[in-house]
């Protein structure tokens, strides 16, 4: 008896290959040539998504499997309007998402990288001691979106004793205060940190006057999107001394990166690597599996993205 397709976007380690090939017969994207009647599920990732004309050569496909927790990159309304199922690895990256937006929050308020390079310079010898630098004990915490990752964020965050507020669409049962306007959160914060979705209704949210409003002491933190932030307003503010101070893990058109940011030293830049730590990407790719096995078992999936659970 044949083994149903599975189509490969992306790349897939060695432990999830022999996952795809003991249940499917695995086509790669680079040879998928026309129309394949035999492929019923994707396995693909947040940045790759599914291209409408894949999509369109696949009149059997039933599931699509994320390997990631955004899944911006995949057309959730052509999905549904053809009954096909959307998964995608939530929780089991929180902590390390998280980890990553303090770290980002840390490494730009005592400038750690610059003082780095001030050692290996051989500064400390021929200059003396750093300049100072920032304290986060007790700062005043915006947190856009507040959801899984959110709230992990804000759980860890609570050994700085900061004052933490959130802004979303409507309150979270959360022990943080609401903030029904980013604006106004943005001008009371020391530190707004991004964690929301990327796509259409987040798009440049942070934007010029966020931004100004955020201030010329203030610290932007973006593990979310670079879609969410106006990047190009960003890179003027930091110049314009507008905006203080950025860690960034993400950006509008990874891999490449304003050339700008290179030379700012109160600037701290991350190749988007919030999740990419050998635990939690192992544990992602079993995930990305396990929803495969669970449809091909139940015609389900373990973990459907909000627009598919029922």
């Given at each position: 008896?044949?083994?149903?397709?599975?189509?490969?976007?992306?790349?897939?380690?060695?432990?999830?290959?022999?996952?795809?090939?003991?249940?499917?017969?695995?086509?790669?994207?680079?040879?998928?040539?026309?129309?394949?009647?035999?492929?019923i599920a994707v396995a693909t990732n947040g940045h790759?998504?599914?291209?409408?004309?894949?999509?369109?050569?696949?009149?059997?496909?039933?599931?699509?499997?994320?390997?990631?927790?955004?899944?911006?990159?995949?057309?959730?309304?052509?999905?549904?309007?053809?009954?096909?199922?959307?998964?995608?690895?939530?929780?089991?990256?929180?902590?390390?998402?998280?980890?990553?937006?303090?770290?980002?929050?840390?490494?730009?308020?005592?400038?750690?990288?610059?003082?780095?390079?001030?050692?290996?310079?051989?500064?400390?010898?021929?200059?003396?001691?750093?300049?100072?630098?920032?304290?986060?004990?007790?700062?005043?915490?915006?947190?856009?979106?507040?959801?899984?990752?959110?709230?992990?964020?804000?759980?860890?965050?609570?050994?700085?004793?900061?004052?933490?507020?959130?802004?979303?669409?409507?309150?979270?049962?959360?022990?943080?205060?609401?903030?029904?306007?980013?604006?106004?959160?943005?001008?009371?914060?020391?530190?707004?940190?991004?964690?929301?979705?990327?796509?259409?209704?987040?798009?440049?949210?942070?934007?010029?006057?966020?931004?100004?409003?955020?201030?010329?002491?203030?610290?932007?933190?973006?593990?979310?999107?670079?879609?969410?932030?106006?990047?190009?307003?960003?890179?003027?503010?930091?110049?314009?001394g507008r905006l203080g101070y950025a860690g960034l893990?993400?950006?509008?058109?990874?891999?490449?990166?304003?050339?700008?940011?290179?030379?700012?030293?109160?600037?701290?830049?991350?190749?988007?690597?919030?999740?990419?730590?050998?635990?939690?990407?192992?544990?992602?790719?079993?995930?990305?599996?396990?929803?495969?096995?669970?449809?091909?078992?139940?015609?389900?999936?373990?973990?459907?993205?909000?627009?598919?659970?029922t």
């Amino acid at each position: 008896m044949s083994k149903p397709g599975l189509l490969l976007i992306g790349g897939a380690t060695e432990r999830m290959m022999e996952r795809f090939e003991a249940e499917f017969t695995v086509t790669r994207k680079d040879d998928l040539n026309g129309t394949n009647d035999a492929i019923i599920a994707v396995a693909t990732n947040g940045h790759d998504g599914v291209p409408a004309p894949i999509m369109a050569a696949l009149p059997n496909l039933k599931v699509v499997s994320c390997y990631g927790v955004g899944y911006d990159a995949i057309d959730t309304a052509a999905c549904n309007a053809r009954g096909i199922l959307v998964s995608h690895t939530p929780n089991v990256l929180n902590d390390d998402v998280a980890n990553t937006a303090i770290l980002l929050m840390l490494g730009v308020s005592r400038s750690v990288v610059r003082d780095d390079a001030y050692v290996r310079a051989g500064n400390w010898v021929a200059k003396g001691n750093a300049p100072l630098t920032n304290s986060v004990e007790n700062a005043k915490v915006g947190i856009l979106g507040m959801g899984r990752i959110g709230e992990r964020i804000a759980e860890k965050l609570t050994v700085f004793t900061p004052h933490i507020q959130y802004h979303t669409r409507c309150p979270k049962d959360v022990p943080y205060s609401y903030s029904d306007d980013l604006m106004a959160m943005a001008a009371d914060v020391d530190i707004l940190i991004a964690i929301v979705p990327g796509g259409p209704a987040t798009d440049k949210l942070i934007n010029d006057d966020v931004l100004n409003a955020l201030g010329p002491n203030g610290m932007l933190i973006n593990v979310a999107r670079g879609s969410v932030v106006d990047e190009a307003a960003m890179v003027k503010a930091l110049q314009d001394g507008r905006l203080g101070y950025a860690g960034l893990d993400v950006f509008e058109a990874e891999p490449k990166v304003p050339e700008a940011l290179f030379e700012m030293e109160n600037v701290l830049l991350l190749p988007h690597v919030a999740s990419a730590t050998h635990e939690t990407r192992r544990a992602m790719g079993d995930l990305v599996t396990d929803n495969l096995s669970e449809y091909l078992k139940s015609g389900q999936v373990l973990t459907p993205i909000p627009e598919c659970q029922t």
